[in-house]
C-alpha cells in the first residue's frame, strides 16, 4: 500500500499521463515517496541515464511490496542491457 492507502502499481510513471516536458511536474506529483523514487528511476532511464536509474532503483530490488521490487527489476534490467552489462540483466 502507498501512503494514501492504495495499491501501488509497477512503474508508476509509465502509467501516468502527462504532456511534452512535464516528466519532472508528473513525477513531482506521485504522493507516495517509494513509487516517487521508482518514477525517478524511470524518468532518468528514459533521458538516458541508465547508470543513475539503475543506481536509484537498486535499493528496491529486495523491497517487500512487489511493485516496488517489479518495477525496480525492469529498470535494473534495461539499464544494464542499456549499459551492455548482459550478464547483470
Not at 30 to 47: G, H, N, Q, V
Not at 56 to 80: F, M, Q
Amino acid at each position: 500500500m502507498d501512503c494514501d492507502g492504495y495499491p501501488r502499481i509497477p512503474m508508476p510513471l509509465m502509467c501516468t499521463a502527462f504532456g511534452p516536458g512535464q516528466i519532472d511536474a508528473a513525477v513531482a506529483g506521485i504522493s507516495d515517496p517509494d513509487s516517487r523514487t521508482i518514477a525517478t528511476a524511470e524518468a532518468l532511464y528514459f533521458r538516458g541515464q541508465a547508470t543513475l536509474a539503475a543506481k536509484t532503483a537498486l535499493p528496491y530490488l529486495d523491497a517487500t511490496d512487489p511493485a516496488l521490487r517489479y518495477s525496480a527489476c525492469l529498470i535494473c534490467g534495461y539499464a544494464s542491457l542499456s549499459l551492455n552489462r548482459i550478464a547483470d540483466a
